[in-house]
């Protein structure tokens, strides 16, 4: 078994409630292995069976240093067992060295590292004892008699000779966390400091759920001393177009809703909640390098975008089920895109580039021009409908339709190359259009 300790600062009148501050760390936790518990102030992992599922030793502990340190770890350690693993912590021992035993390890620290030790330190001080090593030196029949059976049986855990049973953590069914800042803070973009340690516990509750959020919601309650017009507090409601648990790009987003946020007091107090959470499928990794995955997705680009501009400044093409070549898609709000349709099968080619209004062509006898006569190569392939797609007239009226019934044909100018034009069918004198050119 592999055990590491992540030890949080003893509680004092500037912190925040020790209890909250395990919980958060140990929720977060989470995401690495299910075998966490909470012991004193410090958080225990059990993360044996997930080292490979995190690159190994090295890459883990570095994770686990990096993001604990903003939910307020102090030090990281590993050991054997989860006890040892806090003595080494407490002690700011180095987890031991290749070649040396966990009891060599253990006996050099001093006797408060272990909990147990603590309501007996004066006595074992008086009688010469100042270390682990000391103490375990003692007959243990000694110990027994004079001292609770706690205090040896505690000893025996931290030296692998006895078994060790945790209460562990389990995962909340919702996720509602709150933070006290350590100063009133005026301005709305100071806040992402704290919301980031929120988010990151956001993004370990998701990760342990296999899950991701499209919609959160950041609340904020005012300073007592407020005036009496500032209200309670705010929040602020952030969506995505997709599932994500991506802690940085999470930040991002809030960053950009922030910026345009004005607060009317100081705030003292925040909230995170998430508010619609859905199964996030893993995408599977190569073996080589994906040259894909550098910088940040197009989604995420365009939330970022919507968020500073605003959501009516940035577009983006959806296809709809439509044959008429003008109508296979349509454009709308970046982030929040409707459920894309299939698009309609075309039987024929399809140009590269289509005009925005179909060109009406001249005609030399019976043949359109366009930069000199026409030569029709393939054709004709006809698109027909729009029976359904009513429009108000210049009187209101809805009763007109854009229904189409065009022969399309792929056609060559000596000047102008191929090009894609068609033929009407639904009026009196059937007209000829240029429609599009291929590349």
Known sequence: MLWSALLLPRPDAASPPIDAARQALAVWALQFTPRVAVADEAVLIEVAGSLRLFGGWRALTKRLWREGQQLGA???????????????????????ARGVSLQAALDALPMAVLSAVRPHATTLAHIGCSTLGDLRALPRGGIARRFDKTLLYALDQAYGLAPEVYPWVELPEVFDARLELMHRVGDASALLFGARRLLLQLCGWLAARHSGTTAFTLYWAHDAMRSRDAGEGGHLTIRTAQPTRDIEHLTRLLAEHLAQTTLAAPVGDLRLSADEVRALTEASRSFLPDTTDQG?????????????????????????????????????????????????????????FLLPTPLKLALRGHRPIYQGELQLLAGPQRVEGGWWDRVAGADGDE??????????????????????????????????YLHGHFA
């Open 399 to 432: 009763s007109r339709t854009r229904n189409v019934v065009r022969d399309y044909w792929v056609a060559l100018s000596e000047h102008a190359g191929v090009l894609w034009v068609f033929q009407t069918r639904l009026d009196e004198a059937p007209a000829w």
């Open 74 to 96: 102090q030090r990281i350690t590993w050991a054997p067992n989860g006890l040892a693993a806090l003595a080494l912590a407490r002690a700011s021992a180095d987890p031991p």
């Open 296 to 352: 940040e997705a197009l989604h995420q680009v365009l939330e970022r975008l919507a968020a500073r501009l605003g959501p009516a400044r940035v577009l983006r093409p959806v296809l709809q089920a439509d044959h008429r070549p003008e109508w296979m898609c349509r454009w709308q709000a970046a982030p929040l895109a409707l459920p894309r349709q299939p698009a309609p099968h075309a039987e024929g080619p399809q140009p590269s």
